[in-house]
């Protein structure tokens, strides 16, 4: 069964739940009135996320929330009742016991559906690394999530559409951040405050290896490789005092660009998602042809490597 989905992106301010729900639920009207099923926000697209890496365990307990029962998955469970459109958005979660993670959620009209937590998490270092891939069910597709990093690791894709994931929903606050890779770095601000004189100039940074260059390294062949559409997410504008790129979008199974957010402003663009791309394109053959038994010890091997490394200000 075909299924419409949206990505959007839109610039969030640091710690105002109320002001960045306002427009979550501004663009899930707008989404729904145009026929879309669901709708799909960044990572943290509720509290906001850069300015994170400076708050205290303390303070970042203060924003986050238990879920289900926080207000903001009650608020996201009104808007999806409303409008009567899935919703996926992000926001900061803490347990019972005060640990803290990064979490990812889906709702609808009949509350949560789905809760990730983020297995690489860097931003602050009381964040509790997730342990499992999360798989559920959108009107009979079955879905993933993995949150900005986790991506970047591939087994996690795979292990992801191994469970059965069709549809992969990645939320991100990426690129335009320093990095060891040639051409990255941040965007000057001053450019998004002049865009409405200059927009050419903002986008050329933007458009570059600071921004969707880097991207369309890697994003288009985490769908093809798998034979799995990717739902991309992230903010544009200002997120604390860096500034992200937006380019939204939606990738198919052949690893093609079906819609992308190219606005400066708060948007969203959509795309019909049909089931005969899964076994059409070549990751279903890929997927099939696998030979396990060589490589199984090779990829569960251990390595030395820290999990709890904190990247501030790295390209992710």
């Known amino acids: 069964m075909n299924i419409t989905i949206s990505t959007a992106q839109f610039e969030n301010k640091s710690g105002d739940k109320d002001y960045n729900l306002s427009v979550i639920e501004k663009l899930s009207g707008q989404a729904a009135s145009r026929g879309s099923d669901v709708i799909v926000f960044h990572e943290c697209s509720i509290t ?7 708050l205290s365990e303390e303070q970042l307990l203060d ?52 809760k990730y937590r983020k297995l690489h998490p860097f931003i602050n270092p009381h964040l509790t690394p997730g342990n499992e891939y999360c798989v559920f069910d959108i009107s009979g597709w079955k879905c993933g999530i993995l949150i900005c ?10 292990a992801t559409k191994l469970l059965g994931a069709d549809i992969i929903f990645m939320p991100h606050v990426t690129m335009c951040t320093p990095s060891t890779r040639p051409g990255a770095g941040f965007v000057d601000p001053a450019l998004w405050n002049n865009r409405k004189k200059d927009p050419t100039s903002l986008r050329l940074e933007f458009n570059g290896m600071k921004g969707r260059g880097w991207l369309m390294k890697w994003l288009p062949a985490r769908a ?26 939606i990738i198919d199974p052949f690893g093609d660009i079906i819609a992308e957010c190219r606005s400066f402003d708060d948007s969203f663009e959509t795309a019909l998602i049909t089931p005969e791309k899964l076994v059409e394109a070549g990751g279903y ?18 390595h030395s490597s820290e999990q709890k490394v904190v990247w501030l200000d790295k390209d992710i």
């Open 48 to 54: 906001g996320y850069t300015f994170a890496r400076k």
């Open 63 to 114: 924003i986050a929330e238990i879920i289900p029962q926080g207000k903001s998955i009650r608020k996201l469970q009104e808007i999806a009742g409303r409008h009567n459109i899935t919703i996926l958005a992000g926001l900061f979660e803490k347990d019972e016991d005060n640990n803290l993670f990064k979490a990812y959620v889906c709702v609808d009209k009949t509350g949560l559906k789905a």
């Open 149 to 158: 990093y986790d991506n970047n690791i591939i087994e996690n894709v795979r």
């Open 224 to 249: 093809y490789d798998n034979g799995a559409y990717i739902v991309f997410s992230n903010p544009i504008g200002m997120d604390d005092d860096q500034l992200k790129n937006g380019c939204s979008m």
């Open 285 to 302: 053959r890929y997927m099939q042809a696998r030979r396990p038994d060589l490589y199984r010890d090779i990829i569960g091997q251990e």
